[in-house]
């Protein structure tokens, strides 16, 4: 039943959303994730789909027809990277805040400046506190498979948030590999039919989206939302159970890597995981016990599943590809290291600023942090906890 | 990891590097294989030196790095000889095929003194012969699908044919040419 082919990670999300056909795509082209737009715009040009596909002038805009459309009963999504999210940033909030389960397909890029195009997390991580679901991905297969389950886990009645799907500009969204398709009737039986309880253009039930809170209520609005972000979790898993037993393909809120026995341990997002996974075989053939957690679930953040998935580990490394000028590292190392924290983790941790603007990560860079960390463990000592891999100094 | 063929393409903007290592990955899965097919961009104008990269592989390609050590590397433009490093980590069993109207013998003191097997094939002569306009990129995969053995000439260019109706499908009159300069390129490379 499944289709074999090779697409690119922008491809193969297009192609998702087309099995979706949603009812509204408002878009604005940025590099690196014009693709998904522009391959949209065919399928709706050739009557593939029945979306409403609205060209705006630009990313405000793009979300503020997004959060329209969502707040009508539309189901409704759009695509963005880098400055293209930076300029939807009041949007972002209130998306989440007005418990729209809207969708982005987000492809990671640098922010400027200096400006640049290629891949790093700023973008996204910048945005993780906007009360957006994240879900992150290795290669296209797992961007697609993360579409394919969106809608799933944001139109959710525990949830009802809006939910950013991530992956890695150029590096993913413009190579072309093997992939996996399921078919259209599959996917469409697997997302449904969206019914939403409340809704705008509801004549029976008139309500307002997004008026004025006074104080006496707005922290209450807030806790609320914190609440579906907290049941998130328990629905990313549900979901992803029903999509492995038509798919074959198993999610969890993240993947262990040859992390059972492992002595030292990367955790990390994105595509380098992959690259990781080679150079972890590679030590495991000399004997060395190396592993890795792949975050797939960022925001709500797993804390204590992460931490217990951990907590044999002498030394881990947190790999984070964003800076967060915090001066102690960036936003994962920053989560991490309050996971093992909470549980009384007695691992020594680093934190690595890796492949900012599409800095290249070689197999050969992966095994230099296990190398290190292999040192740390044998020392006891962390060491400098604030690190750069690759950079001229 | 014995079996992974790893290929640098090195062009200018505008000359089609990307999309023929995008090719190069369509007619490799079509033989049923592991494929990636992946630009890296400088700055985004013409002319500007671009490399792009395909890995081929009987088994799951995971590695998301860029190549260093390729096997093939394919130069699409002569002048990027002198310009870029491009036989940087070339392997010596491996190969370079260079574009170009000049002979063997007068390409080879420009390639750094690389070791290994050299190739070229004059893909303007190809291309005016067989399209009337300079497209390199054409000629230039027909020769890298032969020299880096990833196909028989049959079986290439009846998935080229099909590859080319799906991407020209507005504009089929280009399809016969596109055809021609590929099964000229195939007997053209030395």
């Known amino acids: ?393 | 990891m014995s079996n992974l063929t790893e290929i640098r393409w090195h062009g200018r903007g505008g000359q089609g590097a990307k999309t023929a290592a995008l090719l190069l990955a369509d007619v490799a899965f079509q033989t049923g294989k592991y494929v990636q097919g992946f630009p890296e961009y400088g700055p985004e104008r013409m002319g500007a030196p671009i490399t792009a990269y395909n890995r081929i592989s009987d088994t799951v390609i995971r590695a998301h790095s860029n190549i260093y050590d390729p096997q093939y590397v394919v130069v699409v433009d002569e002048s990027l000889l002198e310009a870029v490093d491009v036989t940087s980590g070339l392997k010596k069993d491996g190969a370079i095929l260079v574009n170009t109207q000049r002979s063997k013998e007068e390409i080879i003191p420009h390639l750094k003194g690389y070791e290994g097997k050299v190739y070229i094939i004059d893909a303007h002569k190809v291309s005016m012969a067989t399209m009337g306009k300079y497209f390199p990129n054409t000629p230039m995969l027909a020769a890298i699908v032969k020299v880096a053995g990833i196909m028989e000439k049959d079986r290439f260019l009846k998935e080229m044919e099909a590859s080319f109706k799906h991407k020209f499908a507005g504009k089929p009159e280009v399809i016969e040419g596109n055809m021609k300069a590929l099964e000229m390129a195939f007997e053209e490379v030395q």
């Open chain 1, 1 to 393: 039943m499944a289709k074999r082919d090779r697409l690119s990670g922008n491809e193969a999300v297009a192609i998702a959303l087309r099995q979706i056909n949603p009812d509204v795509f408002p878009a604005f082209p940025i590099t690196p994730s014009t693709e998904i737009p522009q391959y949209f715009a065919s399928f709706v040009a050739n009557g593939q789909v029945d979306t409403e596909f609205i060209p705006v002038e630009s990313e405000h805009s793009s979300m503020s027809a997004a959060i329209g459309a969502s707040s009508a009963g539309a189901r409704s999504l759009t695509a963005t990277s880098s400055c293209g999210l930076a300029y939807m940033w009041e949007e972002l909030y209130i998306a989440a805040s007005n418990r729209l389960p809207l969708a982005l397909a987000l492809v990671n890029r640098a922010l400027s400046g200096p400006i640049n195009i290629n891949c790093d997390h700023s973008d996204s991580m910048g945005a993780r506190d906007a009360g957006w679901i994240q879900m992150y991905a290795e290669n296209n297969q797992e961007a697609y498979d993360n579409m394919v389950q969106a809608y799933r886990i944001s139109e959710h009645k525990d949830v009802r948030l809006p939910i950013m799907i991530c992956q890695d500009g150029f590096i993913t969204s413009h190579a072309v590999e093997n992939i996996e398709l399921l078919e259209d009737e599959e996917v469409k039986n697997f997302v449904g039919e969206y019914a939403p309880e409340n809704y705008l253009l509801n004549p029976e039930c008139p309500m307002a989206v997004g008026p004025y809170s006074i104080t006496d209520y707005y922290m209450e609005a807030k806790r609320n939302q914190a609440e579906g972000m907290k049941h998130a979790v328990q629905v990313v898993k549900d979901v992803a159970k029903e999509f492995a037993a038509l798919s074959g393909r198993e999610y969890g809120l993240f993947e262990e890597y040859r992390l059972d026995d492992a002595e030292t341990a990367v955790v990390m997002i994105g595509s380098v995981a992959g690259t990781t996974k080679d150079a972890i075989d590679k030590l495991r053939d000399q004997g060395e016990k190396v592993g890795l957690l792949k975050i797939r679930l960022y925001r709500p953040f797993p804390a204590e599943e992460i931490a217990k998935a951990l907590s044999h580990v002498k030394a881990v490394a947190i790999m984070d590809r964003a800076e967060g000028y915090s001066n102690q590292g960036g936003p994962l190392g920053a989560d991490v290291m309050a996971a093992l924290y909470r549980a009384r983790s007695q691992a020594l941790a680093v934190n690595y600023v890796y492949g900012l603007g599409g800095r290249d990560v070689r197999v050969e860079d992966m095994e230099g942090v296990f190398a290190t960390l292999k040192q740390i463990a044998a020392d006891g000592d962390a060491g400098e906890m604030y690190r750069y891999l690759g950079v001229r100094e």
